[in-house]
Nanobody, 124 residues
Framework: QVQLVGSGGGLVQAGGSLKLSCAASGSIFSINAMGWYRQAPGKQRELVAAITSGGGTNYADSVKGRFTISRDNTKNTVYLQMNSLKPEDTAVYYC??????????????????WGQGTQVTVSS
């Protein structure tokens, strides 16, 4: 079984910083892209940032220059450093990873896994 466990959310004042972490564990053959999504009340889940296995990154326009995504492949962990936080960043943040689990046979198939979500609240 494979699971993602996220941590690091909380309450912070506008202009402050938080760092989210998300670790993948279980029977893993390989991890491809990893990313962070968020969902605010009454809104659809949106991509915040993503990072490939090679370190290529992609950000939502609303967080460019403020958020930084990184990963530690030795720890199967993805991070999201969030600086200059704004009230509109308030949401539940979910980590996501495209993972190929180990299997007894030769076939390898990639699946999308989600973390449990962590609340980030930015007060004005």
């Amino acid at each position: 079984q494979v699971q993602l466990v996220g941590s690091g959310g909380g309450l912070v004042q506008a202009g402050g910083s938080l760092k989210l972490s998300c670790a993948a564990s279980g029977s893993i053959f390989s991890i491809n892209a990893m990313g962070w999504y968020r969902q605010a009340p009454g809104k659809q889940r949106e991509l915040v940032a993503a990072i490939t296995s090679g370190g290529g990154t992609n950000y939502a326009d609303s967080v460019k220059g403020r958020f930084t995504i990184s990963r530690d492949n030795t720890k199967n962990t993805v991070y999201l450093q969030m600086n200059s936080l704004k009230p509109e960043d308030t949401a539940v943040y979910y980590c996501n990873a495209l993972i190929v689990p180990r299997s007894p046979g030769p076939l390898r198939q990639e699946y999308a896994y989600w973390g449990q979500g962590t609340q980030v609240t930015v007060s004005s």
